[in-house]
Nanobody, 122 residues
Framework: QVQLVESGGESVQAGGSLTLSCAAS?????TGWFRQAPGKEREGVAAMDAPGNRHYADSVKGRFTISKDSVKHILYLQMNSLEPEDTGMYYC???????????????????WGQGTQVTVSS
């Protein structure tokens, strides 16, 4: 079992920045960020495997950065140049493997946090 608790979501203006945090009971697995907008399916945003390799959705490449503090067991998502389309509930998730073999497919991640809301206004 992996416990995950997200924080850092808030309302920001378009063009702004925000950093999300996810406190994890362990960070040795592949861990990632997903988001879900109202009426839409949950989509992968970014993932990071145990050695530190990163995977990003095309929509956030160049704007978002995933990182982790392996000592504190915290996963971060630095979000820059935010757009209204980035609005949604952001979830932290973990795969029960050290490498992100599931890519950004949400259905393949067994462990999930409760989510933190990000709202970007224009």
């Amino acid at each position: 079992q992996v416990q995950l608790v997200e924080s850092g979501g808030e309302s920001v203006q378009a063009g702004g920045s925000l950093t999300l945090s996810c406190a994890a009971s362990q960070i040795t697995y592949c861990t990632g960020w997903f988001r879900q907008a109202p009426g839409k399916e949950r989509e992968g945003v970014a993932a990071m495997d145990a050695p530190g390799n990163r995977h990003y959705a095309d929509s956030v490449k160049g704007r978002f950065t995933i990182s982790k503090d392996s000592v504190k067991h915290i996963l971060y998502l630095q979000m820059n140049s935010l757009e209204p389309e980035d609005t949604g509930m952001y979830y932290c998730a973990a795969l029960d493997k050290p490498y992100c073999s599931a890519g950004l497919e949400a259905v393949r991640y067994p462990y999930w946090g409760q989510g933190t809301q990000v709202t970007v206004s224009s």
